[in-house]
């Protein structure tokens, strides 16, 4: 099972804000690694959408925030449309695992 | 653009090895990045498999490691992966990525992925 926890639904009604958390340990985000999340609508592959704790790669609306804190980080959207109504995976390293790339156990955004 | 493709036989009998290849385009492996495997079970999460360096260096998933083997054909700009002794539970999407291992250590492209099955 993954070492990073998300809720696994989250919900909202457009135009709401909504926010996932991602929760790790002191061997992964706690020590300071980087998370980065990524978006994955239905059927297709995943795509970036924070690196980097905060940062937006080129086309990815401002809508989308993220932030990290202590042992855990978390992915904010403002303004929910409609078309955000994905599965969301946040990702980081763990060094107790023999330098292994970790991802978290996702989390389902509907749009209400 | 960076584009990816994976391609490789769809079904895999239990006990056999997996074998799956990464056309890389619009960007050349030799000039930089790690390139990487992840895998997703059918309605499950994301698993990382592994990435290789243009030079031949890899890191593997520990839960893998002993099944696991990437290589990469800077001639051809791909990547491979090959996954041996695979049973049921070898079943899912298999994405390639670009790693970006020296940078924020994120996946930034992806491949779309296939399907693979693990079945007598």
């Known amino acids: 099972q993954s070492v990073l926890t998300q809720p696994p639904s989250v919900s909202g009604a457009p135009g709401q804000r909504v926010t996932i958390s991602c929760t790790g340990s002191?061997?992964?985000?706690?020590?300071?690694?980087?998370v980065h999340w990524y978006q994955q609508l239905p059927g297709t592959a995943p795509k970036l959408l924070i690196y980097?704790?905060?940062n937006r790669p080129s086309g990815v609306p401002d809508r989308f925030s993220g932030s990290k804190s202590g042992t855990s980080a978390s992915l904010a959207i403002t303004g929910l449309q409609a078309e955000d109504e994905a599965d969301y995976y946040c990702q980081s390293y763990d060094s107790s695992l023999s330098g292994s790339r970790v991802f978290g156990t996702g989390t389902k955004v509907t749009v209400l | 653009q960076v584009q990816l493709q994976e391609s490789g036989p769809g079904l895999v009998k239990p006990s056999e090895t997996l074998s799956l290849t990464c056309a890389v385009s619009g960007y050349s492996i030799s000039s930089g990045y790690y390139w990487g495997w992840i895998r997703q079970p059918p309605g499950k999460g994301l698993e990382w498999i592994g990435s290789i360096y243009h030079s031949g260096s890899t890191y593997y998933n520990p839960s893998l490691k002993s099944r696991v083997t990437i290589s990469v054909d800077t001639s051809k700009n791909q990547f491979s992966l090959k996954l041996s002794s695979v049973t049921a539970a070898d079943t899912a999407v298999y994405y390639c990525a670009r790693h970006d291992h020296s940078g924020y250590d994120d996946f930034d492209y992806w491949g779309q992925g296939t399907l693979v099955t693990v079945s007598s």
């Open positions: 002191s061997s992964n985000i706690g020590a300071g690694y980087d």
């Open positions: 980097g704790n905060s």
